[in-house]
């Protein structure tokens, strides 16, 4: 399996660009289904989970053309099934997606429980709550959820918690249902946003997305449209605390600065310099990190897609920090790694206390998920020595790039595959 092995200490100094975000992506192209026309959709990000994707749809019947590495035409008149297989589903967590696109498009669908990163338990339950007040008959057998309504009507539906796949999930299935549904209590954030913008584009009539009330009024049928997703805040925000962990100096290009809000105000707590232009943000580290605490929250709180990379930052700051998940309960699993690091990193049920260190030395590293993963490379990137990070299929699930880009800011680093190569690696960089 690859590795990235990297050798620290150098500041990330440059400028990066930022790609169409991978969760509303995932989102946009299983809505893109729901027409029979074609649609095109730009921007999206070249990440193994936006592939599998792809070919889950594509494996049911619906047409889809790659016409560069970023826009993608689909057709969603050639569907031959709404039964999804498990292969693809085991893969990826979003594929909970192709039941409201399914059920809303068909009124039947028929999806095995998703699989994804190992980040905690991760319950459907208000997924399915949603689909039945629409007036689905929702069964699990054998691990495969079948949804179908004779007549998928609006409703009114509470959320118990706030859920991005929820939110997004009723919101496709009501798209297309019969009268006028309104979701409380739904997700705020920028991806629930560009899902709605999307399904609109179609012909769908949805108000009140990036509020937590979201109106939707139902329509018979989606026609073509195309689309621009827009930029990923959490590979933004990666790259915002990189340049800080580094003590570097970055300038984010293709960003919303405003979906950036909670980072910003967490890294000027920490003593970070962050300048603010119309699509873009630069990151300057001059001296060492100051603490601070942070707790993780729905949008527009700081996210929990970025809790293992700020922690990183705070493993490295003068004075103790505490971390607390409220999102995921298993979103720890990197502390050990950390550890090995040189890093005072102590968990406790859903917190982190962090005593920050002057310095973090290089060692062998297990990606435990996706984020964890990434802010594993950023600690590589910060540490004196040679990091090897191992199991990096996580990490490419939602980085495009991530060690060209980084190569780009001046880190040393390479994507490798065997022991031969890292000695390589060591030798040249000495
Ligand atoms: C989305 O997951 C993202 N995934 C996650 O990104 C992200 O961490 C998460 O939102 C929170 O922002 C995609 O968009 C594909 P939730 P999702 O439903 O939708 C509980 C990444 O690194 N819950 O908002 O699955 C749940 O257990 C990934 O890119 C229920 O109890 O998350 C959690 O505690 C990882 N029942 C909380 O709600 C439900 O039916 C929020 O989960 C649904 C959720």
């Known amino acids: 399996m690859d590795k990235y092995v990297i050798k620290g200490g150098n500041p990330l100094v440059g400028e990066v660009?930022?790609?169409?975000?991978?969760?509303?992506?995932?989102?946009?192209?299983?809505?893109?289904?729901?027409?029979?026309?074609?649609?095109?959709?730009?921007?999206?990000?070249?990440?193994?989970?936006?592939?599998v994707m792809l070919e889950a749809i594509s494996v049911i019947g619906a047409t889809v053309e790659r016409v560069d590495r970023h826009s993608v035409r689909i057709n969603g008149s050639t569907i031959g099934s709404v039964s999804v297989d498990y292969e693809f589903i085991k893969k990826i967590r979003a594929s909970y997606y192709l039941l409201g696109a399914l059920l809303?498009?068909?009124?039947?669908?028929?999806?095995?429980?998703?699989?994804?990163?190992?980040?905690?338990s991760r319950p459907i339950d208000q997924h399915l709550k949603g689909f039945r007040a629409l007036g689905a008959n929702v069964t699990i057998r054998h691990g495969v959820i079948y949804a179908s309504?004779?007549?998928?009507?609006?409703?009114?539906?509470?959320?118990?918690?706030?859920?991005?796949?929820?939110?997004?999930?009723?919101?496709?299935?009501?798209?297309?249902?019969?009268?006028?549904?309104?979701?409380?209590?739904?997700?705020?954030?920028?991806?629930?946003?560009?899902?709605?913008?999307?399904?609109?584009s179609m012909g769908a009539n949805i108000k009140g997305a990036g509020t937590d009330v979201i109106r939707i009024r139902g329509v018979?049928?989606?026609?073509?449209?195309?689309?621009?997703?827009?930029?990923?805040?959490?590979?933004?925000?990666?790259?915002?605390?990189?340049?800080?962990?580094?003590?570097?100096?970055?300038?984010?290009?293709?960003v919303i600065p405003k979906h950036l809000d909670s980072m910003t105000?967490?890294?000027?707590?920490?003593?970070?310099?962050?300048?603010?232009?119309?699509?873009?943000?630069?990151?300057?580290?001059?001296?060492?990190?100051?603490?601070?605490?942070?707790?993780?929250?729905?949008?527009?709180?700081?996210?929990?897609?970025?809790?293992?990379?700020?922690?990183?930052?705070?493993?490295?700051?003068?004075?103790?920090?505490?971390?607390?998940?409220?999102?995921?309960?298993?979103?720890?699993?990197?502390?050990?790694?950390?550890?090995?690091?040189?890093?005072?990193?102590?968990?406790?049920?859903?917190?982190?206390?962090?005593?920050?260190?002057?310095?973090?030395?290089?060692?062998?590293?297990?990606?435990?998920?996706?984020?964890?993963?990434a802010a594993l490379v950023i600690a590589g990137l910060a540490a004196e020595g040679v990091t090897v990070v191992d199991d990096i299929i996580y990490i490419l699930r939602g980085y495009e790039d991530f060690d060209l880009k980084l190569r780009g800011l001046g880190a040393e680093m390479e994507r490798v595959s065997d022991e031969r190569e890292i000695q390589k690696f060591r030798l040249r960089v000495g």
């Open 17 to 51: 660009e930022i790609g169409g975000a991978k969760n509303a992506a995932l989102a946009i192209l299983t809505a893109a289904i729901m027409t029979d026309e074609t649609v095109l959709v730009e921007n999206i990000p070249d990440v193994s989970d936006i592939n």
């Open 104 to 120: 809303g498009k068909y009124k039947r669908a028929e999806v095995p429980l998703p699989g994804g990163c190992n980040i905690g």
């Open 149 to 200: 309504a004779e007549d998928l009507h609006g409703a009114h539906i509470f959320l118990d918690m706030v859920s991005v796949g929820a939110t997004i999930n009723i919101m496709m299935a009501a798209a297309m249902a019969r009268g006028n549904t309104i979701i409380e209590n739904a997700a705020r954030e920028p991806h629930v946003v560009d899902a709605a913008n999307f399904l609109n």
């Open 220 to 254: 018979e049928r989606l026609h073509k449209t195309s689309y621009t997703i827009v930029p990923d805040m959490i590979e933004a925000g990666t790259y915002m605390f990189a340049a800080a962990a580094t003590r570097g100096d970055v300038l984010i290009k293709n």
């Open 265 to 373: 105000a967490k890294l000027e707590e920490i003593g970070c310099e962050v300048e603010e232009f119309d699509d873009a943000v630069r990151i300057c580290a001059k001296k060492r990190l100051g603490k601070t605490h942070v707790k993780t929250l729905p949008y527009p709180g700081f996210p929990t897609d970025m809790q293992p990379q700020i922690s990183v930052a705070l493993c490295l700051a003068n004075g103790t920090s505490i971390v607390t998940e409220s999102i995921f309960e298993n979103r720890f699993k990197y502390a050990d790694e950390l550890t090995r690091m040189g890093a005072n990193i102590k968990v406790e049920g859903n917190t982190a206390i962090i005593d920050g260190c002057e310095l973090l030395t290089g060692a062998r590293v297990s990606a435990p998920d996706l984020r964890a993963g």
